[in-house]
């Protein structure tokens, strides 16, 4: 199943180039009162809601994909984890252009562990990147991600992929400068999300997917996640080792070699096998 958000409220299944809304579903996650849950509802209850969201979807008439605009899948990630330097030639692209990562050291993932993004950067493929800071540098970082389903702790890497919900296409947006990372990458608008959540009976092999990006037209990033030095289940071990990971938590899986600088104006198109097309402009600084 292919889970979308659209036009601000609205839920919906994708099937080919057509959206069927299921909106009417979240009647089903109750009423709360303060403090209110701190994590995604709708991902939380997935398992259990998923034949009612099918049979809605299948009395639905279809919107056309191109007379939407898309939101990010997740509404409510009570965390945006990410993995830096996960792919070895993403490492080895750092090591060599000290000059534009800042003559910051660096160390792989294992060494250096894993960051936290802040959520209100997140945001889905039909807003655009809005870059912060005049005369900085932004570059695109494309990468898998994975949304958590259910509670995890001290997960081992054998039972991780039975805690994650789906996947999706990422952006991880990338100020460069000598802060650390979680303050370049925390912006908002800089955690691009989408264009929809993949569940895994439709991809059953998070460690085997083909992905590139963009930029204009010009292809930039070209990878496959077989290449991750840690792989997605290796990734849930790791993070629920430090966290409590909750439904709808995100985890960005690091991004391969040719990241580049984006500018405004731009019209990143990311694609990611089994997953799909996302595709977002750039706007300069207000």
Known sequence: ????????????????????????????????????????LLIAALPDLRSEIEALADCAPGIALSDVALDAPV???????????????????????????FQQKVMQIQQIGLFLKATSSLVGESEAVQLRLSGRRNDH??????????????VSAEAALDHVAGYAVGLDITLRGAEERSMRKSSDTYSVLGPWLVTPDELPDPGALAMHLDVNGDRRQT?????????????????SRYYTLEPGDV?????????GEIVDGDRITATIEHIGTLTTRVAGPK
């Not at 970082?141 to 001290?154: P, W």
């Not at 496959?224 to 071990?237: F, M």
């Not at 985890?251 to 990241?259: D, H, L, R, S």
């Open 1 to 40: 199943m292919r889970l979308c958000r659209f036009d601000g409220r609205r839920i919906g299944v994708v099937r080919g180039d057509q959206v069927h809304e299921v909106t009417r579903i979240t009647d089903r996650l109750g009423q709360f009162r303060y403090p209110l849950p701190t994590h995604d």
């Open 75 to 101: 509404a409510n990630p009570g965390k945006l984890i990410a993995a830096p330097v996960n792919y070895v030639d993403h490492l080895h692209e750092a090591e060599r252009d000290l000059v534009e990562f």
């Open 141 to 154: 970082e494309l990468e898998l991600a994975a949304v958590i389903g259910k509670r995890a702790s001290n």
């Open 223 to 239: 990878a496959n996640t077989r290449d991750l030095i840690l792989s997605v289940p290796r990734l849930i071990e790791f993070a």
């Open 251 to 259: 985890i960005y899986t690091g991004t391969p070699a040719g990241v």
